[in-house]
């Protein structure tokens, strides 16, 4: 979002780790979750899409939140199956790499991948409907993809979305995504 708005030069990136105790995240976030962005009103916003809006409103260009109500229904319906696949994915990787294996839940596992799995088969249908412009449906979408690629390769979620990966290929050639992909 910070780049496709080109507000990336003003914001200070500061890293750190969610799951240390000693992290000042918490008093930031209650939530203790990233992204956390702190104004420079001093103003603690958090969620990424809440911070995504707020970011909308401070560039002249393109809106990511469409401005028309159809086309920011569309928008904000993808961001939300996105931010659903996301937490799914998240909800996984730690069931199934955090957690010790004497405790690990299969049912829960299982669930998450479905929801994956059904999120991905609903893009596909959907396929379509996404395009090549930038906004925060397409941005989401982009990114939970890409996160399944990092920490799901073994899913191989192209093989069976094939017109989804085809939009993926060509939307991850931006500079934003291109710069953000996990490593």
Not at 38 to 50: T, W
Not at 83 to 112: C, H, T, Y
Request: charged share 25%; with cysteine.
């Amino acid at each position: 979002m910070l780049i496709e708005t080109g507000l990336s030069d003003r914001i200070e990136n500061v890293p750190t780790n969610p799951w240390d105790p000693q992290s000042d995240l918490p008093a930031q976030n209650p939530i203790g979750k990233v992204p956390t962005l702190i104004s420079a009103q001093g103003a603690e916003i958090f969620d990424s899409s809440v911070i995504c809006e707020f970011l909308d409103n401070l560039h002249a260009g393109p809106k990511m939140f469409p401005i028309d109500a159809e086309g920011r229904i569309t928008a904000n319906q993808f961001q939300s199956l996105a931010d659903g696949m996301m937490d799914a994915a998240v909800l996984g990787f730690i069931e199934n790499s955090r957690r010790p294996k004497d405790r690990r839940w299969g049912e829960w596992s299982d669930r998450q991948l479905a929801a994956i799995t059904r999120s991905l088969n609903w893009l596909e249908e959907r396929h379509q409907t996404l395009n090549q412009t930038s906004d925060i449906g397409t941005i989401s979408v982009a990114c939970a993809l890409g996160y399944l690629d990092f920490r799901f390769a073994d899913l191989e979620w192209r093989r069976h979305h094939e017109r989804l990966a085809e939009w993926f290929e060509q939307f991850a050639q931006r500079e934003s995504i291109r710069a953000t992909a996990p490593v």
